[in-house]
């Protein structure tokens, strides 16, 4: 099971202030299926608004990313620059 | 991916740009520089209120004056809806970016565009800005952001209820969004510690004060089609900004990216292409409209100016056990200030376990800010440097000691949350700490200041072309408007992957019908994303040529490798033949299947975080506040850099901007909320004698995701520069300053509160 | 208004011109005879983009009426090379990546070859001094004063 870390305003939001969950999913795309299932409307906001981590590798626009079993994903804002 | 760790030809080199001569010899063409037959001029008119209704708006006078082709105000411009797309800067909200435009209904600041006239001269146009009625009726203002999210303060906005609160306010307010960001317990934290620091800082608002005003150049066709040349950061993002605002199909309109006079972040929106595109739909003819400097100035760019309170707790080891701040950004005239990344970076460079930060984003009656270099961390580090130089000194620890004791490093969990890769921060504070300039003798009135900075770094969508020409020379091709010799850097990375001469290869920036969409220039994100494209696009012709040479000789592919810019055979059994250059193979092309090009489009994932350490030298002039940087000195990680002199300059350009912000730049208001010092005279960047040369080190801590070890490198230097400088000053005079700029009157005020 | 006849030099060659009277020389060299190699980044005279030389002085063309230069010798950057060669400075800006964003490029080579004009040896400072009415955001200077320096070493040397 990966280790999901969802912001605290997306917990505060969907997830009745929970972060932290251990979720079984091989990659993004599934993960934020599992996440909607859970917690409905969380995926479109995921979608439109974050980038996750996955073991410290930052994808600003997730989808297919692999995610192994122990796998630590964090869920943060997506990041411009100037 | 792995680093290659092959000595390189060019990588790490400092070749002469390749598109060098143009701008020395002023032929290169900026914005402004292009002329259309039968163009007409594009001009603004722009609210000299802060906030006010427009109750109505007379346009019939400048619409009748002989050589007026064309008059637009709000009524022009489609009202869209509000929402909010990831735009990879700063959010971006459609119905806010028309309403930027051209004022709809309200004027939201001083400079807020509320009509626009095409003419046949520049002085037509002005009359003609002269003969537009405009009536307002004048509010309340308010600039100062935490007057802003007062209860009684006026409100900008009627329909904005703060997000990110529970359950959202029913009340309107000027808070946009809330934002928080939590790891541990901070009051666990700070039980723990035996020293805890606290102070609140203010900065002010500055200007990215590029030299080129914005500048457009719009011609739309009888057909519905448009092309627009304008200098920008990024034409692929102004094609689809302008293509929304005109609701016309995204083919139909092609964008050109001018040579650029400088961006730093403020080219990354639209602010007058899409309203020389409407003029010139209206009118039917090509429209130029250029910016005045004053214009600039009032209407684009600047970025937040902020309020910050920031606690941070160690024990007397030195550990930090707990930190916490409260960041209140503005964000000017529409919701969207850098807030969220002003508050992951506020103590990401540390290794802490219990971290807190709470930030606003607040609108206040000022132009809508836009990106700067690593927008909103210069701020939020710039208050966490300061508390951290200031608890060295009461610790009577060394301050470069003390972040190497808490420094983050490879698998530390980030203030922001997810683990770090392989990250240099360390590497910059053992640098910094072996640099001459640390142990360099002071005099009186002088003190030495350290400070650290962290950028994420950004890759993103990047395409590249390239063609082998007939000779054997390549054209390379990307969509990446060049702002600081990132051409020079294409040329490097496809002359090293093909092994080739660099000079071999002729980097352009190609228009948006060209190929494929590539992401502004931004973020650091160039060399690193753009960079990867051109080097797939490479690879795929080092394959091509392979084949190529695979069929003259008539063996496997297999069998011929690609060496030192030859086609080889693969060893004794593929058999006996003379490599062949590019040029070998370039003339026989057509007999072995036409033209040799490649394209690569990718989106660049896995960008590597940068971190830099800075050392100041000031003198303090105790009669007159004034403040002198005497030596300076910028550290950085850049993973690899591939132009070094270029690289040198993206961090001595950083760190120059940075002092400007910590001593000189401001945004001054008069009583009613105008902006009273919009000119280079009284909005003060640095000039040639106010700075001394600015020494770097480059550390190499290569970046695992990029074929090179690239990391990104034009934001971080714009960090440390504000807390170095103010910690060098209370070094000099032991006076800790918390406002921004510390220009002479302020220092005065606090020699004279000090003594 | 009627417009104003001029007849001056530019880079060496025979002009002419009309222009408006409150027209600068800045706009005219720009609008109408099409050297748009000075630049305008404010118009007020404080960024130094659009220097030129009007016999040995150096200004910025934005502060000067067009009308001002009748009979006069003036020097802009499409004139600083010679031929194909590139003047010194230009070469040793190229060499020493003295310029990033290149729009205040024009303004300070010229403004840098008026210095070596009369000072051939200049220190820091006085290369600090004389560039301060040459803005660029892009360089922090140190490249651009290395430039000049070693420049006006070559060219002693030379």
Known sequence: MARIILTSGLGNQYAGGQTEFEIEAVDVRRLVAVLEERFPGIGPEINREMAVAIDGLIYQDPFLERIESDSEVYFLPRIGGG | MTVESKKYKWVGTSPVRPDGNDKVTGRAKFGADLMLPGMLTGKVLRSPHAHANIKSIDTSKAEALPGVKAVITSADVAELESEWVPAGELQLNFRDLAHNIMANGKALYDGHAVAAVAATSAAIADAALDLIKVDYEVLPHVIDVEEAMEADAPVLHADMFTDGVTPKPTKASNIFKEVDIAVGDVEAGFAKADLVVERSFKTAPVHQAYLEPHAAVASFSEDGQAELWCCTQGHFVVRAYCAKLLGMDIADLRVTASEIGGGFGGKTTVYLEPVALMLSRKAGKPVRAVMTRDEVFRASGPTSGAASWVKVGVTNDGTIVAGEAILKYQAGAFAGSPIQPGCMCAFAPYDIENVKVKGYDVVTNRSKV????????????????????????????????????????????????????????????????????????????????????????????????????????????????????????????????????????????????????????????????????VIEASKKIALELRERAAKTWDISVDAVIWEDGLAKPAGANAGDFEPLTLADLAAKANQTGGPISSAASLNAEGAGPGFGTHICDVEVDPETGAVKVLRYTAVQDCGQAIHKAYVEGQIQGGAAQGIGWALNEEYIYDEKGRLDNASFLDYRIPVASDLPMIDTVIVEVANPTHPYGVRGVGEVPIIPPMATVANAIDSAIGIRLTELPMSPPRVLAALDNGS | MAKIHVTTTINGEPVEFLCEPQQTMLDVLRDELRLTGSKEGCATGDCGACSVTVGDRLVCSCLMLGAEAEGQEIETIEGMADGDTLHPLQQKFLEEAALQCGICTPGVLIAAKALLAKNPDPSESEVRYWLAGNLCRCTGYDKIIRAVMDCAADMRGA
């Open chain 2, 370 to 533: 836009a990106a700067y270099r690593a927008p909103g961390a210069p701020i939020s580090e710039h208050a966490v440097e300061s508390v951290i130089d200031e608890i060295a000194k009461k610790l009577g620890m060394d301050p470069i000691e003390l972040r190497e004791k808490n420094a983050a490093r490879e698998g530390t969990n980030a203030a922001y949350g997810p683990k770090f890769g392989v990250i240099g921060f360390a590497d910059t504070l053992a640098a910094a700490k072996a640099h001459p300039h640390y142990s360099a003798p002071l005099g009186p009135n002088q003190g030495r200041g350290v400070a650290s900075g962290f950028w994420f770094n950004i890759g993103g969508s990047s395409s590249a072309t390239v063609n082998v020409n007939e000779d054997g020379t390549l054209a390379l091709a990307t969509g990446s408007p060049d702002i600081g010799g990132s051409r020079a850097s294409m040329a490097i990375m496809a002359a090293e992957t093909l092994g080739i001469e660099v000079t071999d290869v002729r980097p352009i920036v190609a228009d948006t019908a060209s190929l494929g969409y590539t992401f502004l220039t931004g973020g650091s994100r160039v060399t690193f994303a753009t960079g990867m494209a």
